[in-house]
């Protein structure tokens, strides 16, 4: 059983930078893998990013690559997103997800636990 929490969203410019972070409650984290995924009203919920066990392995969609990244802590139990040069297109709600059925994956439907999401705006 894992239990998230994310937080850290806001209204920001375009070109900000912002970080989200996601507290897991479980006592497998080490062998949790996690993912950020985002949502648009009325849209598919969308695949941004992914991190191993270790953190030694990360995945990223290709509308953020190079500008977002996913880190771990497994001492705090806590995954983050580190979002720089954010554009109006990544206004979304943004999830953390977890699972602990693989090392890692980009497959929204391998992840079986949700947060209840934290909103982010970038205004032009």
């Known amino acids: 059983q894992v239990q998230l929490e994310e937080s850290g969203g806001g209204l920001v410019q375009a070109g900000d930078s912002l970080t989200l972070s996601c507290a897991a409650t479980?006592?497998?984290?080490?062998?949790?893998?996690f993912g950020w995924f985002r949502q648009v009203s009325g849209t598919e919920r969308e695949f941004v990013a992914s991190?191993?066990?270790?953190?030694?392995?990360?995945f990223y969609g290709e509308s953020v690559k190079g500008r977002f990244t996913i880190s771990r802590d497994n001492t705090k139990k806590s995954v983050y997103l580190k979002m720089n040069d954010l554009r109006p297109e990544d206004t979304a709600v943004y999830f953390c997800?977890?699972?602990?059925?693989?090392?890692?994956?980009?497959?929204?439907?391998?992840?079986?636990?949700w947060g209840s999401g934290t909103r982010v705006t970038v205004s032009s």
């Open positions: 991190i191993s066990w270790t953190g030694g392995s990360t």
């Open positions: 479980t006592d497998r984290f080490g062998t949790t893998a």
């Open positions: 997800a977890a699972t602990q059925d693989y090392t890692m994956t980009d497959m929204l439907g391998a992840y079986n636990y």
